[in-house]
């Protein structure tokens, strides 16, 4: 269990990460760490900061599907992982899997993303 947070009264953050290849989804499910772009590392920092829980929905670019989602577990330091060959990531960072299931978009289609021009969640 985790101790109680100094952020308790702050909002749960809910982002959608793309990844490129289901590799990338592999390598985090097992090492636990996750590594983003560092034009989205302010933003989840951020969350990360202001938030009670930075909550991660996990999905492959062209995939139709989400693959899972995790807990943020720390900040985004300035450590490089050699995991993701890609070059362009920034640092890595702590995440919790907590179900790791491949879900069709269609079953969140009735979730509309306010902040997005209410499109739906995919």
């Given at each position: 269990?985790?101790?109680?947070?100094?952020?308790?009264?702050?909002?749960?953050?809910?982002?959608?990460?793309?990844?490129?290849?289901?590799?990338?989804?592999?390598?985090?499910?097992?090492?636990?760490?996750?590594?983003?772009?560092?034009?989205?590392?302010?933003?989840?920092?951020?969350?990360?900061?202001?938030?009670?829980?930075?909550?991660?929905?996990?999905?492959?670019?062209g995939?139709?599907?989400?693959?899972?989602?995790?807990?943020?577990?720390?900040?985004?330091?300035?450590?490089?992982?050699?995991?993701?060959?890609?070059?362009?990531?920034?640092?890595?960072?702590?995440?919790?899997?907590?179900?790791?299931?491949?879900?069709?978009?269609?079953?969140?289609?009735h979730?509309?993303?306010?902040?997005?021009?209410?499109?739906?969640?995919?």
């Open positions: 269990s985790r101790p109680p947070s100094p952020r308790q009264n702050m909002p749960i953050r809910y982002f959608i990460m793309k990844s490129s290849n289901l590799q990338n989804i592999d390598i985090s499910q097992r090492k636990g760490v996750w590594s983003t772009t560092p034009s989205n590392e302010r933003k989840l920092n951020g969350a990360f900061w202001e938030s009670n829980m930075v909550y991660l929905i996990f999905s492959v670019q995939s139709g599907h989400f693959q899972g989602f995790a807990r943020m577990g720390s900040a985004i330091g300035c450590e490089k992982s050699q995991d993701w060959g890609s070059a362009g990531f920034g640092g890595v960072f702590k995440v919790e899997w907590i179900r790791t299931e491949s879900i069709p978009f269609h079953f969140a289609h979730l509309l993303n306010p902040w997005n021009d209410s499109k739906k969640v995919q």
